[in-house]
C-alpha cells in the first residue's frame, strides 16, 4: 500500500489516499519523490479535459505526476551509475516500438504507441515511492539545487523547442549577418512557468526577449523578468513591437496566436506549444494564408523532449540558479502537502510554479 494522488483518467476527480500497486518483481531502484510539481495537464485530468489521458492497465485509477525530482532509497548495480543517496528526475515518456522510440527520441514517436508517466497509461510520480529502471533516471549532480530541479521536466520541454527552433529556422539565413540573433525579437505569449522558462532560454540566444498576456502582470512576476531582461506587455492595451522573428505560443488560444502571426517577420518561426482543447476557433482568412507563404513563415508544432533535452535543462537550470540573483527558485512560488488537494482545482494567485512536498 502507497499514499498517493489520483484520478480516474479520463473523466477526472482527485483523490489522495492509500492504495495497493504491486510492486515488481525485479526491480532495479527504488524512488522515493521529494517534489513534484503541477501543471496544466494535472489540472486538465483532474478536471476530465484530457481526452486522451487514461489510467493504467489493470487499474481503475492512474497515480498523477510527471514532474517530479527523487531520491534513489535502493538501487541495484547498474550501467547508468546510479546508486543509493543520488538525486534524480524520471523522465516522462516511455518508448513504444516505432523507429523514432527505439533510437531514443519517443518525443517524436511515429505511431502515438508511447506511454507517458501520469497521463497515458502509466502511473505518475505523486505517490511515497515507485520503483524504476535506471535508463530512466537523470542525475542531479549539484545537490544544492534539489528543489529547483523539479523544473527540469518543464524545462526540457523548452530545451526541445528550440531544437526544432534551430532545424527549422536554416531554411534559409536567419541570423544576422555577423552570425548572433541580437535584435531579432522573440515574442513568448502567455506567462505561465513554460513562459517563464521559455524566456529565459531566448534570453540566452540574445533575442530580445517579449512576454505577452491579455492582462496585466503582478509586480513579483515582472520582476523575474525585469532579473532576466525581459519586456512584458498586455496586448489588450497595444503591442510595443515591431515585427516578430521568432513567435513561441504557450496559450494555445487560436485567435491570440493568429493575431501575432500576422506581425511576424519574412523568413519567422511560430512554435505552437500551448495546448487547449476546449479554446473557441478561428476565422483564418485567405489574406492570413497568403501573408504565411509569401513571408515563408515556419508554423511548427513541438511536444515533449528527450533524455538529452533533460540533460540539456538541468545545465541551464544550474546556470540560471547561479545568475540573475538565483531567479530560478523565484519561479516556484507555493510548497503544498499531498493532502492539499485543491490545488488542483484553482491555480493559486500569482502562480508560476507550484509543488507539492512529499
Ligand atoms: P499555464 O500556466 O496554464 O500557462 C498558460 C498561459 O497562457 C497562462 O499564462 C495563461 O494566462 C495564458 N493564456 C491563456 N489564454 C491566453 C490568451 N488568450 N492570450 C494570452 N495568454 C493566454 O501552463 P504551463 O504549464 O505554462 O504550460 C503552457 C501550455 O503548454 C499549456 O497549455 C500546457 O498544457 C502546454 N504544454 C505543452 C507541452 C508540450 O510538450 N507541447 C508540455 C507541457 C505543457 P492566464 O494565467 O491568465 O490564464
Given amino acids: 500500500m502507497v499514499n498517493a494522488l489520483t484520478t480516474n483518467a479520463p473523466s477526472g476527480g482527485i483523490e489522495f489516499h492509500n492504495v495497493q500497486i504491486s510492486d515488481p518483481k525485479d526491480f532495479e ?17 483532474v478536471h476530465g479535459n484530457l481526452s486522451f489521458a487514461y489510467n493504467h492497465p489493470g487499474y481503475n485509477f492512474l497515480v498523477l505526476g510527471h514532474e517530479a525530482v527523487c531520491q534513489v532509497i535502493d538501487a541495484q548495480e547498474n550501467e547508468y551509475g546510479i546508486k ?38 502509466l502511473h505518475g510520480f505523486m505517490r511515497d515511492y515507485f520503483f524504476d529502471m535506471p535508463e530512466n533516471l537523470v542525475k542531479v549532480n549539484d545537490r544544492s539545487m534539489v528543489r529547483e530541479a523539479v523544473l527540469t521536466e518543464p524545462a526540457k520541454n523548452v530545451m526541445k523547442a528550440f ?26 505569449i502567455g506567462s505561465g512557468s513554460e513562459a517563464f522558462l521559455y524566456s529565459m532560454m531566448a534570453n540566452e540566444y540574445r533575442f530580445n526577449v517579449y512576454m505577452t498576456n491579455r492582462h496585466s502582470l503582478e509586480e513579483s512576476k515582472l520582476s523575474i523578468l525585469e532579473k532576466t531582461g525581459s519586456i512584458f ?16 505560443d504557450t496559450s494555445g488560444d487560436p485567435a491570440t496566436i493568429f ?13 505552437l ?25 515556419s508554423m511548427v508544432g513541438s511536444v515533449d523532449g528527450s533524455k538529452k533535452h533533460y540533460l540539456d535543462a538541468l545545465r541551464y537550470i544550474e546556470k540560471w540558479n547561479h545568475a540573475h540573483n538565483s531567479v530560478i527558485g523565484d ?22 510554479k507550484s509543488i507539492i512536498k512529499w
Fill in 233 to 248: 506587455f498586455d496586448y489588450t492595451s497595444g503591442i510595443p513591437l515591431k515585427g516578430i522573428d521568432l513567435l513561441i
Fill in 29 to 45: 531502484v527504488k524512488l522515493k519523490p521529494l517534489y513534484t510539481g503541477i501543471c496544466g495537464t494535472d489540472r486538465g485530468e
Fill in 259 to 271: 493575431r501575432f502571426v500576422r506581425t511576424m517577420n519574412n523568413n519567422g518561426v511560430a512554435i
Fill in 163 to 188: 531544437e526544432v527552433f534551430d532545424t527549422v529556422s536554416r531554411r534559409s539565413i536567419f541570423q544576422n549577418k555577423d552570425s548572433t540573433f541580437i535584435g531579432k525579437n522573440c515574442l513568448i
Fill in 331 to 352: 519561479l516556484i512560488t507555493g510548497t503544498y502537502s499531498p493532502e492539499n488537494t485543491e490545488i488542483f482545482l484553482k491555480k493559486p494567485e500569482g502562480e508560476i
Fill in 273 to 297: 506549444f500551448g495546448t487547449k482543447g476546449n479554446a473557441p476557433g478561428t476565422q483564418v482568412n485567405g489574406e492570413d494564408i497568403d501573408y504565411i507563404i509569401e513571408r515563408n513563415i
Fill in 84 to 121: 543509493t543517496g543520488d538525486y534524480v528526475v524520471p523522465v516522462v515518456r516511455r518508448p513504444g516500438e516505432c523507429v523514432n522510440c527505439r533510437i531514443g527520441r519517443e518525443d517524436n514517436c511515429s505511431d502515438g504507441k508511447k506511454n507517458e508517466a501520469g497521463i497515458t497509461g
